[in-house]
């Protein structure tokens, strides 16, 4: 059992920054991949970024790449979304969510065994 508790979400200007924190129980922390998705009103649940667990591989969707950045510290169980150069559209819920290493899908959220609660992003232009 993992629990995920997302925090550093708020409210922010176009074009600001944030750094979201994801902090995991338990001592498996360094045993899954993370990743990182988010779900706009009205839209289905989507993909973001994600790190292997270790920290040496990472991907990202189309639309954030360049602007966001995906790192981990096993040390202390938290995983982290940096967030740069932020848009209106990419406000909305963000959520951790962890998975095994073996899962083929890793940007599917079916692939996903454990999910923070969510942090809201709102950025407003």
């Known amino acids: 059992q993992v629990q995920l508790v997302e925090s550093g979400g708020g409210l922010v200007q176009a074009g600001g920054s944030l750094r979201l924190s994801c902090a995991a129980s338990?001592?498996?922390?360094?045993?899954?991949?993370m990743g990182w998705f988010r779900q706009a009103p009205g839209k289905e649940r989507e993909f973001v970024a994600q790190i292997s667990t270790s920290g040496g591989s990472t991907n990202y969707a189309d639309s954030v790449k360049g602007r966001f950045t995906i790192s981990r510290d096993n040390a202390k169980n938290t995983a982290y979304l940096q967030m740069n150069s932020l848009k209106p559209e990419d406000t909305a819920v963000y959520y951790c969510?962890?998975?095994?290493?073996?899962?083929?899908?890793?940007?599917?959220?079916?692939?996903?065994?454990?999910w923070g609660q969510g942090t809201q992003v709102t950025v407003s232009s």
């Open positions: 969510a962890s998975r095994r290493p073996s899962a083929v899908f890793i940007t599917s959220p079916g692939s996903y065994n454990y």
């Open positions: 338990g001592r498996t922390f360094g045993s899954y991949a």
